[in-house]
């Protein structure tokens, strides 16, 4: 199984600020690294995939990079609708794996 | 609009069962592999199985192998999770996803609350 880590588990920032999300994974899963968005009380939303694809809809101040074992999600000017918690996700093995996620919140 | 409504959700004791329902529309649902995703209260995403859009090839995580099955109705356009031998650790939001590009996770259900309890 592969497992993805994700870094940090919080990261405080402030509105406008740029945010710089780390996810690894314990075995190269090439470029099939998906990133979601959740906030409380909903569903996830994808917002990134095949490393650096934007989803439909997905504001251009999301960008994705990385391939192999490192991957980052930077969220270039933070807006209030943004704190939430990210997760990455591979889909190069089975099975499917997640990380542990990544809180942002407001500094 | 690609909709999704999971249905089925409730309290179970440990040892039983359950069948999960969600109504796909706004799309070709035949089209689409699909798939379920849990997450515990104050946990993360776990994914639990995906079924490809024919209903030929289905895919399990090892913590519910042999007690979860998926499959799907395209004729009903309606994809379904039967659980046996349930767990208090199968406590879950469920959530019923399309599946993307590769085997990303597309569009996401509101989600229906499983809970093994005695």
């Known amino acids: 199984e592969i497992v993805m880590t994700q870094s940090p588990a919080t990261l405080s920032v402030s509105p406008g600020e740029r945010a710089t999300l780390s996810c690894r994974a314990s075995q190269s899963v090439s470029s099939n690294l998906a990133w979601y968005q959740q906030k409380p009380g909903q569903a996830p939303r994808l917002l990134i995939y095949?490393?650096?694809t934007r989803a439909t809809g997905v504001p251009a101040r999301f960008s994705g990079s990385g391939s192999g074992t490192e991957f980052t999600l930077t969220i270039s000017s933070l807006q209030s609708e943004d704190f939430a918690v990210y997760y990455c996700q591979q889909y190069n093995n089975w099975p499917l794996t997640f990380g542990p996620g990544t809180k942002v919140d407001i500094k | 609009e690609m909709q999704l409504l999971e249905s089925g959700g409730g309290l179970v004791q440990p040892g039983g069962s359950l069948r999960l329902s969600c109504a796909a529309s706004g799309f070709i649902f035949s089209n689409y592999a699909m798939s379920w995703v849990r997450q515990a209260p104050g946990k993360g995403l776990e994914w639990v199985s995906s079924i490809s859009g024919a209903g030929i090839g289905t895919y399990y995580a090892d913590s519910v192998k042999g007690r979860f099955t998926i499959s799907r109705d395209n004729s009903k356009n309606t994809l379904y999770l039967e659980k046996n031998s349930l767990r208090a650790e199968d406590t879950a939001v469920y959530y019923c996803?399309?599946?993307?590009?590769?085997?990303?996770?597309?569009?996401w259900g509101k989600g229906t609350t499983v809970t093994v309890s005695s």
């Open positions: 996803v399309t599946v993307g590009s590769g085997w990303s996770f597309g569009v």
């Open positions: 095949g490393a650096s």
